[in-house]
């Protein structure tokens, strides 16, 4: 009978547990909404990064807002895979490589590493040259010499400075997209087009129309987002006292995962309207006067300069460095932390560079490799060309594998996938698998 009552108590406690994981606690609430912002409002910045801006440009030139519905249709897959892996690094105390060198082999983990680290650094020399490229442009010099200075900057702030306190410049560096914003409504744009183009899609077998969509789709859910905001998750709960992995202490399980849905939706919320600014400006200026040809980033800003004046060309320059100075500590970090993990070092922004030195070296030698991509003559549309190949490589194989690893308990405890958020994740696991496939047949 005692062994019964037991049972009973047991089963009683684990129910409740369970009930109390999917119901948020008042705790959260009591925080500010800047406190509840973290990993995900950093990496959705991110995933606007140089690159990225270059990209949404091209969209919007060739294709007016007709490209709109992408990131409306983008928006709910990139929240789901993001806070899959938000969930993997909160739960577990470990980011994605860490727990692939746990419980994979390793003929699985270092084709990932290895990918990842090459695409990151192929991003990472593009977004270096433009963001010199816009500095050019705004007071002309020399752009090697910027490509340096941006480099050492940002390896200098994210290694020696206090851990919250970079964070917190991380934040504040994501204000920079708000430039895309001030153009768009500096600019003349048909808001009834946009909004009809938004929600009504359009779709077309041209394959210069289907590899937009591919190159979008590509750029928004991208592989180093999801390393970045499962080890930021492992980090903030590592440097927080109060704080552990969630298979220890699940009574922390409510108000963690509310925190990190909240944070994930607002990131990736304000990411994606950042991108369909970005296409709207595109569309208004670049695309209503015939130019529908953009490469890169310094191509988009001196186009808009005859057409839109030079107000919205130095708003326009300005936020390509601005989010640059987001976009590359996280593209390095990103690399330090997948290599890290994959080799068992001690990783962490949290720590010391006396504690951490490899992690911190790889921070180095990461954007010491992106400064030589811009110095050996490679282009820099063949960089981003080739960066966007290797992230479709990797971004659908590891999109099942994190997944089969959210879905398994032995790693995830009790706090495997609700349904729904296992259904949109597997949902946007197939999108990016198609697009890749898309991508290959469209060579």
């Known amino acids: 009978m005692a062994m019964k009552g037991w049972a ?30 973290g990993p995900g409002l950093i990496t959705g910045a991110s995933d606007d990064d140089p690159s990225g801006i270059a990209t949404y440009s091209q969209a919007g030139a060739q294709f007016g807002t007709a490209m709109c519905w992408v990131m409306l249709f983008c928006y709910p897959l990139m929240i789901a895979i993001q806070e899959i892996s938000a969930r993997i690094g909160r739960v577990t105390g470990r980011g994605i490589a860490g727990n692939l060198r746990q419980y994979y082999p390793r003929w699985l983990l270092w084709p990932f590493v290895v990918l990842l680290l090459g695409a990151n650094i192929a991003n990472l020399g593009a977004d270096l040259g433009a963001m010199a490229d816009a500095v050019h442009l705004l007071v002309g010099g020399p752009p090697h010499l910027y490509v340096v200075m941006f480099a050492f900057g940002c390896t200098l702030l994210e290694v020696f400075s206090r851990y919250d306190r970079y964070v917190n ?36 077998l041209k394959a210069e129309y289907v590899t937009t969509i591919v190159g ?13 905001q499962s080890s930021q998750e492992a980090e903030d709960m ?45 569309a208004a200026t ?28 130095y708003i326009f320059a300005a936020g390509i460095i601005g989010i640059g100075l987001l976009a590359i500590p996280v593209l390095a970090g990103s690399c330090a932390y997948v290599l890290g993990e994959a080799m068992g070092w001690t990783t962490g922004l949290g720590r010391s560079p006396a504690d951490a030195k490899p992690f911190y070296g790889a921070i180095a030698v990461a954007t010491l490799v992106g400064i030589g991509v811009n110095f050996v003559g490679v282009d820099p549309i063949k960089a981003l060309f080739w960066s966007a190949v290797l992230n479709g490589v990797v971004a659908a194989p590891l999109m099942m594998i994190i997944m089969l690893m959210a879905m398994q308990p032995r ?11 296992w259904v949109m994740g597997w949902a946007s696991t197939l999108t990016i698998a198609a697009s890749v496939v898309v991508m290959f047949a469209m060579w």
């Open 8 to 37: 009973r108590k047991r089963a009683h406690a684990t129910w409740a547990g369970r009930v109390e994981v999917s119901r948020p606690t008042s705790q959260p609430r009591r925080k500010g909404l800047l406190a509840l912002l």
């Open 169 to 204: 410049i991380l934040k504040w560096a994501s204000l920079s997209l708000l430039a895309y914003v001030a153009t768009a409504l500096v600019v003349g744009v048909d808001w009834l087009a946009v909004a009809h183009d938004s929600f009504v899609p359009s779709f077309s």
């Open 216 to 228: 979008v789709l590509g750029t928004t859910i991208t592989p180093y987002c999801f390393f970045w």
């Open 238 to 282: 590592r440097v927080d006292p109060t704080a552990q992995s969630l298979l220890g202490r699940p009574d922390q399980a409510p108000a963690a995962i509310h925190r990190i849905r909240i944070d994930t939706w607002i990131g990736m919320g304000y990411s994606n309207l950042i991108s369909l600014f970005i296409i709207v400006t595109a």
């Open 286 to 313: 670049l695309h209503a006067h015939g130019i529908t040809d953009i490469q890169t980033t310094a191509q988009a800003a001196e186009a808009l300069r005859p057409i839109a004046g030079a107000f919205t060309f």
């Open 411 to 421: 790693i995830m405890g009790r706090f495997i996938l609700p349904f729904p958020l």
